[in-house]
């Protein structure tokens, strides 16, 4: 172990016990010891304790403990601490210019316990309501957790496409002849990316291009390693132009799905794109996002059929949205202009319930409230309608969040969980399957709880889950939040097979978050989604149909 090593030790001892709000004088002399070893120039690990303890900002008990650590490999104390605090909580103490100060408010009154939480609950203004955290701390650690984020190798797909695309179109822009575009892992627009491949065209002075954009070097001939200002790393293939296609074909894999085409039909040597490849074998194009679907893959492999999948320009209504009424950031009929001035025909507004203290969820007289000004600005939109909405809480009993006069006032109910997530898959589907046969439940929203790269989600039986929303006519949410993306797309199929509609919900909290939409879509068409199996697809008519048909 390093000097820099055993300093790290004291500093997260150092940490955690402030984060417990131990002995502050303990306190300072572990963080002094952290700043005393780390500049330390003989190796610890060749001194013995009498010579450790007359270091200055060591001394006896630290000296111990650094003894502790040589001969046993861990520290007791310390391992007290560790065991004392949720490992998401420690993933926080990482994240820099995030202090146990902060991060003790966070877990202890807001009850959030992991990076990833924490990330959502910035986007969903939460920190804003914490005494001593503003607009401004907020976004200074949305901030810092982005960056966080950004330096584990592994990304949310929307955090790639935020971060990357715009090079792209600059470098496109500055070079009109530069013929540049993501492949891999993104151009199959997978949810979590660890792997991130760009393609282009070798021209004359494309080192020097790349070289304006980032940190630069050759791995292979052809294949350059680029790391950009932000800390994300890209693979950049640099191709002839007449194989290019080729390429593209075969990088953006994955590889059972180029093996499996390869066995059956013809890769020519040379294709400028990828079109020309499914041309020459006299097939319909298969879209990148489907090649990860095992089932859409072999359909196409020996019968050549490609599903119609839905696209942005098939939805109609945006279903499960918040505002200002709870812990959106936009007024209801800022939200709701902004939903109709894109083009959408309705528009439905879903804010917490009551027992979501977190979200200032809504009481009774403030649903009704709500209600009424739902009723007078509907009174003045011409082909536009809001739908009123609720997200209950599933309470821990599995039961809705409000009595039944009061359920049965709302248009439809999302019912979803939010609190006591550390349950095993009994208590789980049992919740869940109880708000399900309940007889006010349209749309089980975001089925797992879970939070990528931070949370896994509560365990459930997907098939029973599925099941008993076939049973009673509930439609299962696509959350299309990037962070849930909550029912995995891998379970859709079965939806489909057992006639249950999708619903695909941006969950959104702010007028920019309604076009989550499109992450949403991006993981439906993996699943080979249609039109005609997602709810939000229906027309005002049609919607108003469904709301009335339970």
């Known amino acids: 172990m390093t000097n820099k090593e055993f300093a790290k030790l004291f500093s997260e001892l150092a940490s955690l016990m402030e984060l417990h709000n131990e002995n502050t004088f303990k306190i300072k002399s572990y963080?002094?010891?952290?700043?005393?070893?780390?500049?330390?120039?003989?190796?610890?690990?060749?001194m013995s304790e009498a010579e450790l303890e007359a270091i200055p900002g060591v001394g006896k008990a630290i000296a111990s403990k650094i003894m502790e650590v040589i001969s046993t490999g861990h520290m007791a104390t310390l391992e007290k601490y560790r065991e004392m605090t949720p490992e998401g909580v420690r993933e926080m103490l990482k994240v820099n210019g995030l202090g146990p100060k902060k991060i003790d408010a966070i877990w202890r009154k807001l009850n959030i316990s992991s990076p990833g939480e924490l990330l959502y609950a910035c986007n969903e203004n939460r920190l804003i309501e914490l005494s001593g955290f503003g607009t401004?701390?907020?976004?200074?650690?949305?901030?810092?957790?982005?960056?966080?984020?950004?330096?584990?190798?592994?990304?949310?797909?929307?955090?790639?496409?935020?971060?990357?695309?715009?090079?792209?179109?600059?470098?496109?822009?500055?070079?009109?002849?530069?013929?540049?575009?993501?492949?891999?892992?993104?151009?199959?627009?997978?949810?979590?990316?660890?792997?991130?491949?760009?393609?282009?065209?070798?021209?004359?002075?494309?080192?020097?291009k790349l070289s304006n954009i980032g940190e630069l070097a050759e791995k292979d001939q052809g294949i350059f390693s680029l790391k950009l200002e932000n800390d994300m790393n890209l693979q950049v293939i640099a191709i002839n132009r007449n194989k290019y296609g080729v390429k593209m074909f075969e990088a953006t894999g994955p590889l059972d799905f180029c093996t499996n085409f390869d066995s059956v039909y013809k890769i020519p040597d040379e294709a400028v794109d990828e079109q020309a490849i499914f041309e020459l074998n006299s097939l319909p194009f298969f879209a990148p996002t489907l090649r990860d679907n095992d089932l859409e893959v072999n359909k196409f492999i020996t019968e050549r059929v490609v599903p119609e999948l839905i696209t942005y320009k098939d939805i109609k209504g945006v279903i499960h949205n918040h505002s200002t009424w709870s812990d959106g950031i936009h007024t209801l009929e800022d939200?709701?202009?902004?939903?109709?001035?894109?083009?959408?025909?309705?528009?439905?507004?879903?804010?917490?319930?009551?027992?979501?203290?977190?979200?200032?969820?809504?009481s009774v007289e403030r649903v009704e409230a709500q209600w009424n000004e739902i009723d007078l600005l509907n009174r003045n939109f011409n082909n536009f309608k809001i739908f009123k909405s609720i997200e209950s809480d599933i309470l821990s009993d599995g039961q809705l969040d409000y009595a039944d006069d009061i359920l049965k006032g709302f248009d439809l109910v999302i019912a979803s969980i939010h609190s006591n997530l550390n349950m095993d898959e009994t208590k789980s589907m049992r919740r869940l399957i109880s708000a399900i046969e309940n007889p006010y439940t349209r749309i089980l929203g975001h089925p797992t709880g879970r939070l990528l790269l931070s949370r896994s989600g509560y365990p459930i039986d997907h098939v029973k889950l599925i099941d008993a929303c076939a049973a009673n006519n509930v439609v299962i949410e696509l959350n299309a939040n990037p962070l849930r993306l909550d029912i995995d797309w891998k379970w859709i199929p079965y939806a489909l097979e057992k006639s249950v509609m999708i619903a695909i919900n941006p969950d959104a909290h702010s007028k920019s978050g309604i076009f989550d939409i499109q992450f949403g879509i991006n993981v439906a068409q993996k699943a080979g989604l249609g039109a005609n199996n997602c709810l939000n697809c229906l027309n005002t008519e049609q919607f108003e149909h469904w709301v009335g048909s339970k």
């Open 31 to 46: 963080s002094n010891a952290y700043l005393t070893l780390r500049k330390l120039d003989g190796d610890i690990n060749e």
């Open 136 to 208: 401004k701390t907020q976004q200074e650690v949305k901030s810092r957790l982005e960056f966080f984020f950004n330096s584990s190798g592994k990304y949310l797909y929307a955090r790639v496409i935020e971060c990357i695309q715009p090079i792209i179109e600059r470098l496109k822009l500055e070079n009109p002849e530069l013929q540049i575009d993501f492949t891999g892992q993104v151009r199959r627009k997978c949810e979590i990316i660890d792997d991130i491949k760009l393609i282009c065209v070798d021209l004359p002075g494309l080192q020097s």
């Open 335 to 362: 939200m709701a202009n902004h939903v109709r001035n894109n083009g959408f025909e309705y528009f439905v507004i879903s804010d917490h319930s009551k027992s979501a203290f977190y979200a200032n969820g809504l």
